[in-house]
């Protein structure tokens, strides 16, 4: 079983960044992909970026490719997601995902990033 901790969300300026950690705790971490996802106010929670458990491929929503980057430190049992330029947009709550099949079973609870005009 994998427990995932998000943190680093916070209240940032249009065209700032952020960087958000996911804290795993479990031994088969290094072995699951990693995904990112946000869920804004009356929309539907949406895939940002993933990255397999070798960590050499990532994928990006197109909204955000340029101005993210997942990575991940198996060492560390952290994923994390550095956000720049962000837009009013992207304010969100911000949730970290583990896959060990072929879906994500299992989830944090989510940090709230929200980016003003």
């Known amino acids: 079983q994998v427990q995932l901790v998000e943190s680093g969300g916070g209240l940032v300026q249009a065209g700032g960044s952020l960087r958000l950690s996911c804290a795993a705790s479990?031994?088969?971490?290094?072995?699951?992909?990693m995904g990112w996802f946000r869920q804004a106010p009356g929309k539907e929670r949406e895939l940002v970026a993933a990255i397999y458990s070798s960590g050499g491929t990532t994928w990006y929503r197109d909204s955000v490719k340029g101005r993210f980057t997942i990575s991940r430190d198996n060492a560390k049992n952290t994923v994390y997601l550095q956000m720049n330029s962000l837009k009013p947009e992207d304010t969100a709550l911000y949730y970290c995902?583990?896959?060990?099949?072929?879906?994500?079973?299992?989830w944090g609870q989510g940090t709230q990033v929200t980016v003003s005009s």
């Open positions: 479990g031994r088969t971490f290094s072995s699951s992909d």
């Open positions: 995902a583990a896959k060990k099949t072929t879906v994500y079973d299992y």
